[in-house]
């Protein structure tokens, strides 16, 4: 066994012995007799060892130059820019590849971008060299060297049609199938040049899961077009991370068409009779309250708004506060609905609390499952608001109007008048001024009145409600009983 052998042997390595043996003659050779085969070969061997990685998911910045084995599964477009102090531009184009432990981002240069733009196609196997980095998403490697690979296999699939749980990140050219589950608004920001950017978000779900779709300036005007329990497809998409949870982006290239397709989705929810303090979880039930939105000034001298509503499943109920453009969302008695990704919090009175923010969507479904509390027909609405006070829903949070029994004086009495109700109602104040908004810890009411009340006063009021909001008669400050 001559001195090659005896090095290629103590070295573990993909690459074919032919192939060490050749790249040891050029050292030689390019080293004009300075070195002899064992140490042409050593160094090649040293070469071999410091960048050779098992796969993609052994890559890190920092390290020298890697050597790795990848399937292409998406080419990017060639993009031109100028090198300072050089007449010609720049070119690089991005692919992805993929092997067995995940996928990453390469960066190809000037005549490799060219070549790649002319040749490369998907689905062809590769040998990359290049320097890993830190990019926009995450570890990126700009390669020196790049050549096809016509014998080795690597098992990646390809896919034409993703679902949620095919989703990765760095994944680019994504088609996407699902159900639209919510919508929110087109937002305006600065950029750091100056211009300004539009963006909107949507949630969409599919038999796998769901995830969150940011539409980015000319796309963010989609969510004007689109509705809530469409089926739809994402063209074009491409996969990114925020606040650990993927997410599905589209930019210029990309669309959200309506197709005309049934798309189900079954959502993964958390019974609300066990739901702790802290917990992030998505939940579904019937709408046993909706109360009127409201609005509040914030610190920074912006305007919110809120909306509560009461869900209960067969396990329990909780009041869910919508805040922002949820508030907005069209949720009525009787609806059944899930509310992704609420925090649950401590409410008044001990009670608990979950708040829907930008994050959460809210979905009316068009059936609830069956056998699932709160799932009310047109004819169970109507009874919920009529003045047999029997309520839409079975079990201990049915009572007049929707409101939780099983309090006393913090309970809505209700005599039915001509101009509206006659009611009586025990709250803490959570907005003064005029109207007032009362607090029981299971619902709120606007209240009309010009008595003097500040933030914190528990109060009863007696008057006329119509239309949710009730003209005071008399009110009646609890001595002492300020939180």
């Known amino acids: 066994m001559g001195v090659i052998e005896e090095v290629y042997e103590d070295l573990e390595t993909e690459v074919e012995f032919e192939k060490f043996e050749a790249a040891v003659k050029d050292k030689v050779e390019q080293m004009g007799g300075l070195a002899d085969e064992e140490t042409a070969a050593m160094l090649i061997a040293h070469e071999l060892r410091d960048e050779e990685v098992n796969g993609i998911a052994d890559i890190e910045p920092g390290m020298e130059d890697v050597k790795f084995l990848a399937k292409v599964v998406s080419i990017g477009e060639v993009r031109t820019f100028e090198r300072d102090g050089e007449d010609e531009d720049g070119r690089v184009l991005n692919i992805e590849v993929a092997d067995e432990t995940g996928r990453i981002r390469v960066s190809l240069w000037d005549q490799m971008a060219a070549g790649a733009e002319e040749n490369l196609e998907v689905g062809t196997v590769l040998r990359i060299g290049g320097r890993p980095k830190d990019g926009y998403n995450g570890v990126e490697v700009s390669a020196s060297k790049v050549e096809e690979d016509i014998e080795a296999e690597v098992d990646v699939q390809i896919l034409d049609s993703y679902r949620v749980e095919d989703l990765a990140l760095g994944l680019s050219d994504v088609n ?36 969150r779709v940011t539409l980015w300036d000319e796309r963010a005007d989609l969510v004007d077009e689109l509705e809530s329990g469409q089926s739809v497809e994402v063209v074009d998409g491409y996969v990114r991370e925020r606040d650990g949870s993927l997410e599905l982006h589209v930019g210029s290239r990309g669309a959200v068409e309506v197709i005309d397709e049934s798309i189900e989705y079954v959502p993964e929810t958390t019974d609300i009779g066990a739901l702790e303090i802290g ?68 409410g008044w009175q001990d009670d608990l609390e979950a708040s829907a923010g930008w994050r959460s969507s809210v979905t009316v479904m068009d059936d609830a499952p069956d056998g699932a509390s709160g799932s009310g027909s047109s004819d169970q609405n109507a009874a919920a608001t009529s003045d047999q006070g029997l309520g839409a829903f079975s079990g201990d949070n049915a009572s007049s109007g929707g409101a939780s029994s099983g309090s006393t004086t913090d309970t809505t009495t209700a005599a039915t008048s001509a101009d509206g109700e006659a009611v009586e109602f025990t709250g803490t104040v959570v907005q003064a001024g005029n109207p007032v908004i009362l607090d029981d810890g299971t619902q709120t009411k606007t209240v009309e009145t010009d008595a003097d009340l500040g933030l914190g006063d528990e109060v009863t009021v007696n008057g006329t409600e119509t239309d949710g909001r009730i003209t005071a008669d008399s009110v009646e400050v609890h001595t002492g009983a300020k939180r």
Not at 313 to 342: N, P, Q, S
């Open 176 to 211: 996407l199938k699902g159900k639209l589950l919510d919508t929110g608004e087109v937002r305006t920001f600065d950029r750091d040049d100056g211009t300004e950017g539009r963006v909107s978000n949507l949630s969409i779900g599919d038999p796998t899961g769901r995830i």
């Open 279 to 346: 917990q992030t979880v998505d939940i579904a039930g019937g709408v046993i309250e909706s109360d009127g939105k409201r609005t509040f000034d914030r610190d920074d001298g912006s305007q919110g708004q809120v909306r509560n509503i009461r869900v209960k499943d067969d396990t329990g109920d909780i009041r869910v506060a919508l805040w922002g453009e949820k508030a907005d969302t069209d949720v009525d008695l009787a609806d059944y609905v899930v509310i992704t990704d609420v925090q649950i919090k401590d």
